[in-house]
């Protein structure tokens, strides 16, 4: 484990470096979340309706920071496919170190990039008007909900970016990613939504999240009328534990028999 965890930070240590060498894409990928929180800000704001008068952004900010982990499940897919068509990959196979390095230095990057985005959105929030009103034990609880679901996404665009074999492919995975994170409660309540809309939605892992952090950080929730809307905390948990369970082991399998 030692010696696994000393080679993963060693491979983290290059994204890192290609990082400080190409800072506009890394400053990009944190700020693309803010974009997209004044955006609907101002496009929804004004026709959203909110209990007691609140602000909308009570709703939205806790949304944004649940669509900010899954959109960097973008980066994740591209950087692991680019690095296994490039032959990255195999050289590091064949080097004496830990088989598990390469995917391992990947996530800590990955996790590192996460946990600023959440930070850069957070200092967002707060200047639009956003707060939570929990106890600061709360609002951890709630960012840790939201680094587990990048968590388990990870493994995710690990396994897709070692299944390609090009980037050109990820373009269509990408695509598939947004329906994804809107047909969820980042946005709106579910049950503004039609009924069978709605019940998919709140199904979607990522209403779980968003309610869950909604409810730590003392905002106005977003998904109810259900059992997983009820208990969008254990949904919050189970969901990326399933996803963990299921796509760690196939990365795991899928990276040992690569050949390319």
């Known amino acids: 484990m030692r010696w696994a965890l000393a080679d993963g930070w060693t491979i983290a240590l290059r994204t890192l470096t290609h990082w400080r060498n190409q800072p506009g894409l890394v400053i990009f990928g944190w700020f693309f979340p803010v974009l997209m929180l004044l955006m609907f800000g101002a496009l929804l704001g004004g026709a ?12 939205l900010v806790p949304g944004i920071f649940t669509l900010a982990m899954l959109f960097g499940l973008e980066g994740t897919m591209t950087a692991i496919t680019t690095d296994a068509a490039k032959g990255v990959t195999d050289r590091f196979r064949s080097l004496p170190m830990s088989s598990a390095a390469v995917v391992l ?11 600023v985005t959440l930070v850069v959105l957070a200092g967002t929030g707060l200047a639009l008007g956003w707060r939570w009103h929990g106890s600061p034990l709360e609002a951890l609880a709630a960012f840790g909900l939201l680094l587990l679901l990048r968590f388990a996404l990870l493994w995710v665009g690990i396994f897709i970016g070692l299944s390609v074999r090009n980037a050109e492919s990820i373009t269509v995975i990408q695509v598939a990613i947004w329906p994804i994170g809107f047909l969820s409660s980042a946005f709106v309540n579910t049950a503004t939504m039609p009924d069978w809309l709605g019940a998919v939605s709140q199904w979607n892992p990522m209403s779980s999240t968003a309610t869950a952090a909604r409810g730590l950080f003392g905002n106005p929730g977003g998904s109810a009328g259900s059992w997983i809307g009820e208990h969008a905390l254990a949904g919050a948990v189970i969901w990326p534990l399933l996803l963990v369970i299921v796509f760690l082991p196939l990365s795991a399998r899928r990276f040992r028999n690569l050949s390319r």
Do not use: F, N, Q, V
């Open 105 to 115: 230095g990947r996530c800590i990057a990955d996790m590192l990039d996460s946990a």
């Open 48 to 59: 959203m309706e909110m209990p007691g008068g609140e602000s909308y952004y009570e709703l």
